[in-house]
Each structure stands twice: as structure tokens, then as C-alpha cells.
Nanobody, 123 residues
């Protein structure tokens, strides 16, 4: 099993920054692929950034150049700069042993999820 615990969310003004953290524990073989997802009220959960088994990173077009995903031992991070009101949502950490390239920014690709941390960006 895999346990994921997010932290670092909060409220910021547009243009500000936040750094999200995800503490991972459990079977390391089941969390080779990891990602950050977000969900705004009334919307589907969407992929924000992910890192694959070879430490290659991928980003949603909406966050490229503003967000940076990184992984360090049992931690996953998401540095978010130049935040916009449309970045508001609940942010989730996800993991799985293997995720196909087509699914790496799709929520259906992951079995293990954290409880989420809220990010609110005001204009």
C-alpha cells in the first residue's frame, strides 16, 4: 500500500507563490510514477504535473513555465509561481507503479491518492 499526505496549501493573491509538499510512505515500487492534480468546484479533476519512473517531468499547458514538479526520496513537491485565480482548487498528490504515457496527466491512471490541500488565489 501507499500513503500520501499533502501540505502547503493556502490563500495567496494573484502573482504570488506557494510550494506544495507530498509525503509518501509505503511500498516504493507502487509509487514510481507520481503527479499533482487539482479539482475546482463543479469541475473534473485535472492533471497539473507529473514525474515518471525515469524522472522525466510533464506539465499541463496551463501551468508550463509557472509550476515546477520535483521529487526527493519520499517527498514530492510542486513549486507554484505567478499564481492566477484560475489555479484555485483542491490539489491532490497521486502515485502508482506504472502509468502509460497517454494517462500520465489523467486521474484514471493512478490508484493511490492523498486527501488534498486547498489552494485559493484571489485577484
Amino acid at each position: 500500500q501507499v500513503q500520501l499526505v499533502e501540505s502547503g496549501g493556502g490563500s495567496v493573491q494573484a502573482g504570488g507563490s506557494l510550494r506544495l509538499s507530498c509525503a509518501a510512505s509505503g511500498d516504493t515500487n507502487r509509487r514510481t510514477y507520481m503527479g499533482w492534480f487539482r479539482q475546482a468546484p463543479g469541475k473534473e479533476r485535472e492533471g497539473v504535473a507529473a514525474v515518471d519512473g525515469g524522472d522525466r517531468t510533464m506539465y499541463a499547458d496551463s501551468v508550463k513555465g509557472r509550476f515546477t514538479i520535483s521529487k526527493d526520496k519520499n517527498m514530492l513537491y510542486l513549486q507554484m509561481d505567478s499564481l492566477k485565480p484560475e489555479d484555485t482548487g483542491m490539489y491532490y498528490c497521486a502515485a502508482d507503479a506504472w502509468v502509460g504515457a497517454t494517462w500520465i496527466l489523467r486521474a484514471v491512471g493512478y490508484r493511490y491518492w492523498g486527501q488534498g490541500t486547498q489552494v485559493t488565489v484571489s485577484s
